[in-house]
């Protein structure tokens, strides 16, 4: 074990793959001699060449597709997206292509690739450096979505990604890179995609979030810990797509009463499918009204800080909301 | 600026063996031949879909048949039913898809006809959505490049397709790391009712082979070694190390853009007649004759057996069976149903 | 009142917007000469000239960016998406400008512009001539969402959408256009964005739906009505952003029961939020559980009829699901 | 392949006075001193994010300077804080944005800073996405054609964009309908760290507009005479109907990409400062001295009265209001909050 924060995670299980397996590449903008926005390939370019790590022109729809073509013949692609703000270039590519290749050839071909795309807010982004992607993707059948909220799940579901045999979508939180820190093993040990994670047991309430908000939550059911002696169960949704209904249905039967939290727009967003689940194959086991909490529906963040803080979600206003339902 | 090749006159020059010219009209023939027999089925009801290759066989088999099946690869769109016959789909696997059978090769019946794919054959699924498949051609070619293989990858596409933003930077790529990649652009002038006056201010598609740094080169799409020549050279460039090419053959499409189009409302029927006399297999064939490859009743005994065995293709495809409507959620991911 | 399909009140009122504005201007793929490939521009060419009817290169991306400029500069652009599984490649258009300008400067531009959108399944589409694409969409702040099932819907929205001061994604499904029919007036009248509508009054249960699937819901619903003598109220969203949640929450608060139906893939489907809003706003006024009828969670359909027939959900499906529900 | 323009001797061929030299001057100036003063505005944390134009503002002022501030149509990027002066922006103007102050006249402080728009002075709001306003200059010009002005568009990008598929879709319209639009690739050979070899297989972008059917003009960045004489051209065909122009201006980035970048990860020292010899600020100072437009006095003095004038307008929009949160959700449809 070793402690370390999600950029050095992901960086390292990144680099161990690349060294025991030479069919993995990695392509992106600025990801060689400057080592990524987010130093996530640092160091790449002298260790494994200009032919491995490649710093592509400035043309998303290109590096996905390129990806594609690269594993159909025998790479394992790894591409970077440099803002998730960024991956709407590359949504027909994404959408039409690799999430269907597999389907559209009735398994005749297959799509082993990872696209990583840093994502989400709080790091002064505005309008078009903090966006939430995941609504738009976990809805693309054929494409799996993942997004880690610890390092030591960032790495083990990087693993997971480049193994699979299918595209996968790893969503990092830019504002977790350096601000969580936790011990990751030391061996390549893999964090198995489609599974939910249960961060924090409790019985009062479920608590369901991922990405940033993950933390916040858990910081607020810490407080309600504290303050009030009720214990609120976390889950880690770790996999948005295909989604681990088995871990959150089973949380909520046991605690009655669910909320869910998540920082992209409130509207058509992921955590409406959450809801809806939990309204659809549990309503009878509540005994509390389901709740929602999500980004206001404008188009991201502001500059400004004050419109920053006033978009993002944070660890007060869950704990109200937390403290409601507890107490309902 | 874009050259121009051909006219060509000697296929010794080309290294061309009678068996090599019977061969190559052959699928020009067998190409037609599907392609009125399509027709004649969507008539009957048979086959709810048709996008025909009547005028494109012989820029198709032109390119095609300078690659080397089995290794090379092949990046068709809809109109290339010439370019997969080549490739080694047989006419049943043609109208398996036709029919959007089970045993569809390209799509076990899931994609419209003529949405062409096949692991074993080396020909990359593409999808409907136009241009998706230049970075794609770019991805394999760098692939093939970086594990040290000879494999050319070639791409086909309209001259519509050059619009897209995907199109330029999948060529943009290729340039920059010269990559062994074959662009063939197939301009019939037309992107169904769209001109190409609508579509580009320039007249050659080749001359944008220069905004990538690779050479483009002008052929004339009914005159079949013209377009071998082309595509032998632009393959051994690819070989070689030397880069892509960007090859545009001038074509026509005879027939409207698919069997849903109905092309009266934008070209003229005298434009049409008139483009008929450039019919490639009209001019492969008298090449075949005035060459003495062969003669008038070769040629016609070898469509009278081809008929025949497409015919009898037709009906194996025909009494396959449908897919499973229980298999609709299989094989969307690994493992994913049998 | 005239009688007529989808396509044709679609024609007429874009014809009579066109003739009473020279500000509005057509553009996209084969809408000249050859009149649209399913016919809505019909003439068009002949009585506006091409300044006003642009048949443009293969290039969605343009079209709609094309579109944002000449709104910009004082056009009212009414863009033509040739098929809705071709709008992948404008999504970086139209999610990160034409639905950001207004917000993005602070109310200092405006955009009023319509891109038209023929959608959905049913006509031997397959993979790439059938998708549902108003998940993506409606999840987007800023653009207005709207997706008429009737003649006389789509041709008053279709009024209201080229006047509305802000971007329309305007969607048309193809199977309605020539199979419904209906009576549409002859003035012209408008339709307002963000009202659905009770289009068959119920008591029994609330059913929600929009697009093809209203009326395989409103079938269903009369043979209840002739089987059973139960009545479904049956609700067309008509615009699925924003969402009119007033008035499907009145009716789940009358009924006690409520079923969502949609066509597009069921998982993380626009049908997710309004389940997800019942879910919040009305649990403790439902006396029965929530449900939802999507597509299976594969990238659109088959073009085999076997296969297609087994992606759409039918008459049948949806009849037996409401039996169950009415019957709880 | 492109043409050259310049070096340019003579302004009055140019039709220049020297109020036009000395006001050309003070723009180059005054963008400079805001560049310095934003990245001490940075190192003293009241400026979180810069993004820098030393090294640019000769090719932007040049390009800009052609144009007629009222009527025609400015599409700057992020890097034209000199096209933003030309076009009216005062500093003060800049320092809201760069503080994100509520009456930020791009955005209220809602984008990044040097996110430019102003519907009152006829910019164009852009984004971050790099390429997505080149269509939007060829809908502005398509509009102004259709409405019968005399309107030009003005697009600024940098090298890198014209990898975006945007950028090849854009141009390819405006030249089909010969639109009164002129595009300004500020090329500086790096996209943060993507070398330009790394970008484009080609030496000149402006060699890409012959893809377009219309011409392509390379000029020297630094030479701010040699800019306004091409863009002068450009203009000027634009608005006798006969299309766009593509104008590549050579120049260099002597800061990083951002206060956020650090480049010397990617160039060296040397190549930096070798760039600064020709810095366009001394260029076109050693041409208005040569002229006798001005003499070194007269130009210190402009100098320190700017300086001064800047930071005049640094304090006023330093103690402007910052936005209220409660504005969060307003003007995201029309009618939304005041
Ligand atoms: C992205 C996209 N937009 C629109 C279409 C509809 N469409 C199908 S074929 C076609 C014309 C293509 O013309 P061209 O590339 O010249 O090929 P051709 O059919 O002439 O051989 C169009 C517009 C599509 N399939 N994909
Ligand atoms: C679509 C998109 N991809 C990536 C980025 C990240 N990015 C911001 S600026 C930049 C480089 C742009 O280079 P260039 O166009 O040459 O302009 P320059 O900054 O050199 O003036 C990149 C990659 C972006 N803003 N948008
Ligand atoms: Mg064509
Ligand atoms: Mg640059």
Same mark, same amino acid.
């Given at each position: 074990?070793?402690?370390?924060?999600?950029?050095?995670?992901?960086?390292?299980?990144?680099?161990?793959?690349?060294?025991?397996?030479?069919?993995?590449?990695?392509? %992106?903008?600025?990801?060689?001699?400057?080592?990524?926005?987010?130093?996530?390939?640092?160091? =790449?370019?002298?260790?494994?060449?200009? #032919?491995?790590?490649?710093?592509?022109?400035?043309?998303?729809? *290109?590096? +996905?597709?390129?990806?594609?073509?690269?594993?159909?013949?025998?790479?394992?692609?790894?591409?970077?997206?440099?803002?998730?703000?960024?991956?709407?270039?590359?949504?027909?590519?994404?959408?039409?292509?690799?999430? #269907? *290749?597999?389907?559209?050839?009735?398994?005749?071909?297959?799509?082993?690739?990872?696209?990583?795309?840093?994502?989400?807010?709080?790091?002064?982004?505005?309008?078009?450096?903090?966006?939430?992607?995941?609504? =738009?993707?976990?809805?693309?059948?054929?494409?799996?979505?993942?997004?880690?909220?610890?390092?030591?799940?960032?790495?083990?579901?990087?693993?997971?990604?480049?193994?699979?045999?299918?595209?996968?979508?790893?969503?990092?939180?830019?504002?977790?890179?350096?601000?969580?820190?936790?011990?990751?093993?030391?061996?390549?040990?893999? +964090?198995?995609?489609?599974?939910?994670?249960?961060?924090?047991?409790?019985?009062?309430?479920?608590?369901?979030?991922? %990405?940033?908000?993950?933390?916040?939550?858990?910081?607020?059911?810490?407080?309600? $810990?504290?303050?009030?002696?009720?214990?609120? $169960? +976390?889950?880690?949704?770790?996999?948005?797509?295909?989604?681990?209904?088995?871990?959150?249905?089973?949380?909520?039967?046991?605690?009655?009463?669910?909320? +869910?939290?998540?920082?992209?727009?409130?509207?058509?967003?992921?955590?409406?499918?959450?809801?809806?689940?939990?309204? $659809?194959?549990?309503?009878?086991?509540?005994? %509390?009204?389901?709740? #929602?909490?999500?980004?206001?529906?404008?188009?991201?963040?502001?500059?400004?800080?004050?419109?920053?803080?006033?978009?993002?979600?944070?660890?007060?206003?869950?704990?109200?909301?937390?403290?409601?339902?507890?107490?309902? | 600026?874009?050259?121009?090749?051909?006219?060509?006159?000697?296929?010794?020059?080309?290294?061309?063996?009678?068996?090599?010219?019977?061969?190559?009209?052959?699928?020009?023939?067998?190409?037609?031949?599907?392609?009125?027999?399509?027709?004649?089925?969507?008539?009957?009801?048979?086959?709810?879909?048709?996008?025909?290759?009547? &005028?494109?066989?012989?820029?198709? !088999?032109?390119?095609?048949?300078?690659?080397?099946?089995?290794?090379?690869?092949?990046?068709?769109?809809?109109?290339?039913?010439?370019? !997969?016959?080549?490739?080694?789909?047989? /006419?049943?696997?043609?109208?398996?898809?036709?029919?959007?059978?089970?045993?569809?090769?390209?799509?076990?019946?899931?994609?419209?006809?003529?949405?062409? &794919?096949?692991?074993?054959?080396?020909?990359?699924?593409?999808?409907?959505?136009?241009?998706?498949?230049? /970075?794609?051609?770019?991805?394999?070619?760098?692939?093939?490049?970086?594990?040290?293989?000879?494999?050319?990858?070639?791409?086909?596409? &309209?001259?519509?397709? @050059?619009?897209?933003?995907?199109?330029?930077?999948?060529?943009?790529?290729?340039?920059?790391?010269?990559?062994?990649?074959?662009?063939?652009?197939?301009?019939?002038?037309?992107?169904?009712?769209?001109?190409?006056?609508?579509?580009?201010?320039?007249?050659?598609?080749?001359?944008?082979?220069?905004?990538?740094?690779?050479?483009?080169?002008?052929?004339?799409?009914?005159? @079949?070694?013209?377009?071998?020549?082309?595509?032998?050279?632009?393959?051994?460039?690819?070989?070689?190390?030397?880069? /892509?090419?960007?090859?545009?053959?001038?074509?026509?499409?005879?027939?409207?853009?698919?069997?849903?189009?109905?092309?009266?409302?934008?070209?003229?029927?005298?434009?049409?007649?008139?483009?008929?006399?450039?019919?490639?297999?009209? !001019?492969?064939?008298?090449?075949?004759?005035?060459?003495?490859?062969?003669?008038?009743?070769?040629?016609?005994?070898?469509?009278?057996?081809?008929?025949?065995?497409?015919?009898?293709?037709?009906?194996?495809?025909?009494?396959?069976?449908?897919?499973?409507?229980?298999?609709?959620?299989?094989?969307?991911?690994?493992?994913?149903?049998?």
């Amino acid at each position: 074990m070793t402690e370390k924060n999600v950029v050095t995670a992901i960086h390292d299980a990144l680099h161990d793959e690349m060294a025991a397996d030479d069919r993995i590449v990695v392509l %992106g903008q600025d990801i060689g001699v400057r080592g990524g926005v987010f130093r996530i390939t640092q160091g =790449f370019i002298d260790e494994f060449g200009d #032919r491995r790590v490649i710093d592509t022109p400035l043309a998303e729809s *290109m590096i +996905v597709g390129l990806a594609l073509g690269m594993s159909l013949h025998g790479l394992l692609p790894v591409a970077e997206i440099e803002f998730a703000d960024f991956i709407h270039p590359a949504f027909d590519q994404i959408v039409s292509e690799v999430a #269907r *290749m597999r389907y559209r050839t009735n398994g005749d071909f297959g799509l082993p690739m990872v696209i990583r795309v840093p994502w989400g807010g709080g790091i002064h982004g505005a309008l078009y450096h903090s966006q939430s992607i995941e609504a =738009f993707y976990a809805h693309v059948p054929g494409l799996k979505v993942v997004a880690p909220s610890t390092p030591a799940d960032a790495a083990g579901l990087l693993r997971s990604a480049i193994r699979d045999p299918d595209p996968v979508l790893f969503l990092e939180h830019k504002k977790t890179y350096r601000l969580v820190k936790g011990e990751v093993p030391d061996e390549p040990f893999t +964090v198995p995609i489609g599974n939910a994670d249960v961060k924090r047991e409790g019985e009062d309430l479920t608590v369901v979030a991922y %990405g940033l908000m993950l933390h916040q939550c858990l910081d607020a059911a810490s407080r309600l $810990e504290e303050e009030t002696g009720m214990h609120a $169960e +976390v889950i880690d949704v770790r996999t948005i797509s295909p989604l681990d209904k088995q871990t959150i249905l089973d949380s909520v039967r046991k605690t009655g009463k669910a909320m +869910v939290v998540y920082e992209d727009n409130r509207t058509y967003g992921a955590g409406a499918e959450i809801v809806a689940t939990i309204a $659809e194959e549990a309503m009878f086991d509540l005994d %509390g009204p389901l709740l #929602r909490i999500g980004g206001p529906d404008v188009p991201a963040m502001g500059f400004a800080a004050s419109l920053e803080h006033a978009f993002m979600p944070d660890t007060d206003r869950i704990y109200q909301r937390m403290l409601e339902l507890a107490r309902f | 600026m874009a050259t121009r090749v051909g006219p060509e006159t000697s296929h010794e020059a080309l290294g061309l063996s009678p068996d090599d010219l019977l061969a190559m009209y052959r699928f020009i023939l067998s190409a037609r031949l599907c392609d009125e027999a399509a027709f004649r089925l969507n008539r009957q009801g048979k086959a709810p879909f048709v996008v025909p290759v009547s &005028g494109h066989e012989g820029c198709q !088999v032109g390119t095609a048949y300078a690659l080397q099946p089995g290794s090379d690869i092949w990046l068709p769109y809809y109109r290339d039913l010439a370019v !997969v016959l080549v490739a080694g789909f047989t /006419p049943k696997d043609i109208f398996l898809g036709l029919f959007a059978k089970a045993d569809d090769p390209s799509s076990g019946g899931r994609q419209m006809p003529s949405h062409w &794919g096949s692991r074993r054959l080396g020909i990359m699924s593409h999808s409907s959505p136009i241009a998706t498949q230049i /970075p794609h051609a770019a991805g394999i070619a760098y692939a093939a490049k970086y594990r040290g293989e000879k494999t050319v990858a070639a791409c086909w596409f &309209g001259e519509g397709a @050059t619009s897209e933003g995907d199109w330029h930077e999948g060529l943009n790529f290729s340039g920059i790391h010269k990559l062994p990649v074959v662009y063939v652009c197939e301009n019939n002038h037309y992107a169904i009712s769209v001109t190409q006056a609508q579509q580009m201010a320039i007249e050659n598609v080749a001359d944008r082979a220069a905004a990538y740094g690779f050479p483009g080169v002008v052929v004339d799409g009914s005159d @079949t070694l013209a377009c071998y020549a082309a595509m032998k050279h632009a393959v051994e460039r690819a070989r070689a190390g030397e880069g /892509p090419t960007l090859i545009e053959a001038k074509t026509y499409r005879f027939f409207p853009h698919t069997s849903d189009d109905d092309d009266r409302s934008y070209r003229s029927r005298e434009e049409v007649e008139e483009a008929k006399h450039r019919d490639p297999l009209l !001019v492969f064939g008298r090449y075949l004759t005035e060459h003495a490859i062969a003669d008038a009743g070769t040629l016609d005994a070898m469509e009278a057996e081809q008929r025949a065995e497409i015919d009898r293709q037709i009906d194996e495809a025909w009494s396959a069976p449908d897919p499973d409507p229980r298999t609709l959620e299989d094989r969307l991911y690994a493992g994913g149903g049998e």
